[in-house]
């Protein structure tokens, strides 16, 4: 549903002939079929705790742990987005993401495991929780199974949620009267603070909206059948996310 109540389209061409821009973004059709699911996601409970520093940290241990799994896949899809881009300007860029994954994620995650100790078999070889194995399966199957839209239509969910909740997060505590960039603040714990501000650096803003412009670009000229499936795959991205952050509550309450 649309903000004013009504259905949203089936059909790109359906909404893009009922909006009132003058450039509809694909990616705003997608988004907007994927609600309640969607701000179910930007606006989870978990992410809101997370914010405020009250999410329990057992909670969040355990969702590093599932998202450390996840993202050694996501690496791998990020990787066969690279092989399927069309220009040698997008696969650079989809590169320098793939670098900053590896370098600056991975020594987040490092620093966080050891300052919530988390011992080293749980970090390397964790129990999948069912959304997280659900999440690698999709992952894989649309890398492999799919073209360049496919692809997109599970990362570009998957990065624009973090940025769009992170960004919440920030714009929560933002001192007006500070210099340098809006950031969670010093009165969070670090792996709560810079996990938040990763996601809402102006890079990784700038970088979701050029995900984001990919999928903008290619999808339009997907045929229909091809534009269902992509919008299939993106609804399936966001009802996980929301499985995700559910997940971390059930687990670290022993459910």
Known sequence: ????????????????AAVDEADPRF?????ERADPAWTDA??????RELGAGTLPEAAFAEYLVQDYAFVNDLVGVFGYAVGQAPEMAAKRSLVEFLDTITDDEDDY???????LEVPEPRRRDPELAEPTAAFIDLLGRAAREG??????AVLVPAEWIYERWAVAAVEAHADPAADGPPSAGTDLPFY???????????????????LRGQLDIVGPELSPRRQARVESLFRRTVDLEVAF????????EGG
């Open 147 to 152: 073209g360049y839209a496919e692809t997109l």
């Open 1 to 16: 549903m649309t903000a004013n109540g009504t259905a949203v389209p089936g059909t790109y061409a359906e909404y893009a």
């Open 109 to 115: 995650f490092e620093r966080s495991f050891d300052a």
């Open 192 to 210: 709560y603070a810079e996990w938040i501000d990763l996601h809402a650096t102006e890079g990784f803003r700038a970088f979701v909206d050029w």
């Open 27 to 31: 990616t705003d059709w997608l988004r």
């Open 42 to 47: 930007v606006a989870h409970p978990f992410t």
């Open 245 to 252: 952050f559910d997940s971390a509550y059930e687990s670290a």
